[in-house]
């Protein structure tokens, strides 16, 4: 069973800085990509940075330059640095793994940034 678990959320001034961090029970963290979505209020949810197996990374064009993703196979946990955050990264944040085109999700942790 492959369980996901969000933490880091929270509320930050725009300019402020969080890090969000997605732990994962089971065995196939380490081989399977990873990375996390959003789902701002009234909008679609949009991926927003990426990372394989490898350690390849993707992010969206408008958090390119302030957020980063990375991972820590060794602790099951992949990891997204925040920075100079806008209110429009207002979010829920979810974390997915993918694994042989199946995706497991966590529950979400949200990100409130004011103005």
């Known amino acids: 069973q492959v369980q996901l678990v969000e933490s880091g959320g929270g509320l930050v001034q725009t300019g402020g800085s969080l890090r969000l961090s997605c732990g994962v029970s089971g065995s196939i963290f380490s081989i399977s990509a990873m990375g996390w979505y959003r789902q701002a209020p009234g909008k679609r949810r949009e991926s927003v940075a990426g990372?394989?197996?490898?350690?390849?990374?993707n992010y969206i064009d408008s958090v390119k330059g302030r957020f980063t993703i990375s991972r820590d196979n060794a602790k099951n946990t992949v990891y997204l640095q925040m920075n100079s955050l806008k209110p429009e990264d207002t979010a829920v944040y979810y974390c997915?793994?993918?694994?042989?085109?199946?995706?497991?999700w966590g529950k979400g942790t949200l990100v409130t940034v004011s103005s």
């Open positions: 990372i394989t197996s490898g350690g390849l990374t």
């Open positions: 997915y793994l993918q694994r042989d085109a199946i995706y497991y």
